[in-house]
């Protein structure tokens, strides 16, 4: 099993001077990191790179040197799933439908994005949305939010839903 944590949204140092202990406690044995952007600072990649191979796309607030380094799109193939990755900003319709429409050519399984904090899992014509909330500035939503993505010969995935103070 492939052990992948996909977070979104962590505006540090704007929101959050840290990423917190129940994120970092799932990064320490996880195989790969996913950040759908808002990163905010290239501090945030390099200290999830310290736990996994980190990859990732940036957002509306992330600066130019990060969205040098990842592009706004990616797509990735582990084992035989197909995961596209966009942060979901942008004018008209709502996040969950850019985040459909950015991969509406592309054959991909499952469509991570971020942008509203708002954690989403569900399926849209064949394809799962997910939205892992953020880790670190919650807005209206009741918890604190990523997910966590095990990929194996079938693939499950699931939000870790958790209170500042865990």
């Known amino acids: 099993?492939?052990?992948?944590?996909?977070?979104?949204?962590?505006?540090?140092?704007?929101?959050?001077?840290?990423?917190?202990?129940?994120?970092?406690?799932?990064?320490a044995d996880a195989d790969l990191i996913i950040?759908?952007?808002?990163?905010?600072?290239?501090?945030?990649?390099?200290?999830?790179?310290?736990?996994?191979?980190?990859?990732?796309?940036t957002g509306n607030v992330d600066p130019w040197e990060l969205l040098d380094r990842f592009g706004r799109k990616k797509i990735l193939t582990i084992d035989?799933?197909?995961?596209?990755?966009?942060h979901g900003d942008?004018?008209?319709?709502?996040?969950?439908?850019?985040?459909?429409?950015?991969?509406?050519?592309?054959?991909v399984d499952l469509i991570v994005f971020g942008h509203s904090h708002i954690s989403l899992k569900k399926e849209v014509d064949g394809r799962v949305l997910f939205n892992p909330g953020s880790p670190t500035d919650k807005r209206r939503q009741a918890q604190y939010s990523f997910g966590i993505l095990e990929v194996g010969e079938t693939w499950q995935l699931e939000h870790v839903f958790f209170d500042k103070e865990e």
């Open 35 to 57: 950040h759908a952007g808002d990163w905010q600072t290239l501090d945030v990649f390099f200290e999830l790179s310290a736990y996994a191979e980190t990859v990732g796309v």
């Open 1 to 27: 099993m492939t052990k992948i944590i996909i977070v979104s949204d962590t505006h540090i140092p704007s929101r959050a001077k840290a990423l917190p202990r129940t994120l970092t406690k799932e990064c």
């Open 90 to 107: 942008g004018t008209g319709k709502t996040t969950e439908q850019r985040a459909l429409q950015a991969f509406a050519e592309d054959d």
């Open 80 to 86: 035989s799933l197909k995961i596209g990755i966009v």
